[in-house]
Antibody
């Protein structure tokens, strides 16, 4: 059974850094495209970042230069390193998998981890 | 990365049909083909309902259908049920492996 579990969220001061983790089971993160999607309180979904099986990375303009997506194949875990955080980064962060058959939709999602940027 | 525009809210009575639009879909490139729709209930992770504009994943009722005309994609839910009340988001591939979500539409079943 495919499962994604995010951890690492919490309260962080503006300008601070945080690293989110997404532990995967039931499949191999290095074999698929993995992504981070966030949802600010009361707002809609926003695609944040992704990493392709070959290692290529992709970012939304809003986080480019501040966030870094990576993975640890030995731990089957996806990461999101977030630097220079601002209040606008406050959101629930979900990790998700792009359909493994190659279709462009996210078939499995974690339950999310809340990041609150506030002084 | 331009935004995809959805109506903030739609509503319908049980048994009726509703359509949610998503405007701003690229008219060329992969965004034209790779439109998906997600259902989100409060406190739950999103669930895909439609992909590749009009395909339904296994397990999604055939009351849900998708279409596209020009730069607007649409999700139609027929035979509305109380459990369909949720937020709905369109998503388009925005080039390579980047993606764009719509602002979301709150569906109320009256």
């Amino acid at each position: 059974e495919v499962q994604l579990v995010e951890t690492g969220g919490g309260l962080i001061q503006p300008g601070g850094s945080l690293r989110l983790s997404c532990a995967a089971s039931g499949f191999t993160v290095s074999s698929d495209y993995m992504t981070w999607v966030r949802q600010a309180p009361g707002k809609g979904l926003e695609w944040v970042s992704g990493i392709y099986r070959g290692g290529s990375t992709y970012y939304a303009d809003s986080v480019k230069g501040r966030f870094t997506v990576s993975r640890d194949n030995s731990k089957n875990t996806l990461f999101l390193q977030m630097n220079s955080l601002t209040a606008e980064d406050t959101a629930v962060y979900y990790c998700a998998r792009l359909d493994s058959s190659g279709y462009y939709y996210f078939d499995y999602w974690g339950q999310g981890t809340l990041v609150t940027v506030s002084s | 990365q331009s935004a995809l525009t959805q109506p903030r809210s739609v509503s319908g009575s049980p048994g009726q049909s509703v359509t949610i639009s998503c405007t701003g879909i690229s008219s060329d490139g992969s965004g034209y083909k790779y439109v998906s729709w997600y259902q989100e209930h409060p406190g739950k992770a999103p669930k895909v309902m439609i992909y590749d504009v009009s395909k339904r994943p296994s397990g999604v009722p055939d009351r849900f259908s998708g279409s596209k005309s020009g730069n607007t994609a649409s999700l139609t839910i027929s035979g509305l049920q109380a459990e369909d009340e949720a937020d709905y988001y369109c998503c388009s591939n925005a080039g390579s492996y980047t993606f764009l979500f719509g602002g979301g539409t709150k569906l109320t079943v009256l």
